[in-house]
């Protein structure tokens, strides 16, 4: 089955930073979304980006379709980014659409 | 007015019980699903549903069983409960444009099996 690899697993910055975190994924897709899973556990998404690049305030994220990589940015890190960011993509699959999670990158903004 | 809800958010119970977990959104959307998230926080999917009909049945134990009263409900209903089943229970939702689009996701329903 298709394979998806987040990097880096983990990740510590400091406020205002700024960090790209990377999303391979080992077969074509049809669909791929960023979450942010909140220290409470809250599933957020982000973006539906199977392909382009898309802004949304202070994070953007650019999928390449054809070299089968999207990218999530997250400019001037702030506290409350912390969590888990998991990419996810979704293909076709006999019956209906299958979603992939990759194994996240857990990211803590420190003060 | 929360677009999917779960209930319960905590459930605590003894090997070998049979224990439901509850799930309804009210986004109008046609498709939902129930994914597992284990203690590594890897999230994969169980099932999904496309108007009440089962579309994706990943190799869950024939414990679990998800109903779909109607395409605002899909309920998980778990049998003689294991240790090993202990996690957190997500359900979302989403309306396909194209075959597949934003999922929307409940705030999870955690398990712990005593």
């Known amino acids: 089955g298709i394979q998806v690899e987040q990097s880096p697993p983990d990740l510590i910055l400091q406020e205002g930073a700024n960090s790209t975190l990377r999303c391979n994924f080992s077969?074509?897709?049809?669909?791929l979304q960023w979450f942010h899973q909140n220290p409470w556990g809250q599933l957020i998404n982000l973006f539906y980006?199977?392909?382009g690049t898309k802004q949304n305030g202070r994070l953007s994220a650019t999928t390449v379709a054809t070299e089968r990589y999207s990218l999530l940015y997250i400019s001037s890190s702030q506290t409350t980014d912390s969590g888990v960011y998991f990419c996810?993509?979704?293909?076709?699959?006999?019956?209906?659409?299958?979603?992939?999670f990759g194994a996240g990158t857990r990211l803590f903004v420190k003060a | 007015d929360t677009a999917v809800s779960q209930t319960p958010k905590y459930l605590v119970t003894q090997m070998g019980n049979d224990k439901s977990i509850k799930c309804e959104q009210n986004l109008g959307h046609d498709t939902m699903y129930w994914y597992k998230q284990d203690s590594k926080k890897f999230l994969k999917i169980m099932f999904s549903?496309?108007?009440?009909?089962?579309?994706i049945n990943e190799t869950v134990p024939n414990r679990f069983s998800p109903k779909s009263p109607d395409k605002a409900h899909l309920n998980l209903h778990i049998n003689s409960l294991e240790l090993g089943d202990s996690a957190v229970y997500f359900c979302?939702?989403?309306?396909?444009?194209?075959?597949?689009?934003?999922?929307?996701f409940g705030a999870g329903t955690r398990l712990s099996v005593l």
């Open positions: 549903y496309n108007n009440k009909e089962l579309i």
């Open positions: 979302a939702s989403s309306q396909p444009r194209r075959g597949a689009s934003i999922q929307y």
């Open positions: 980006i199977p392909s």
């Open positions: 077969d074509s897709v049809n669909n």
């Open positions: 996810a993509v979704e293909r076709k699959n006999t019956g209906g659409f299958k979603t992939i």
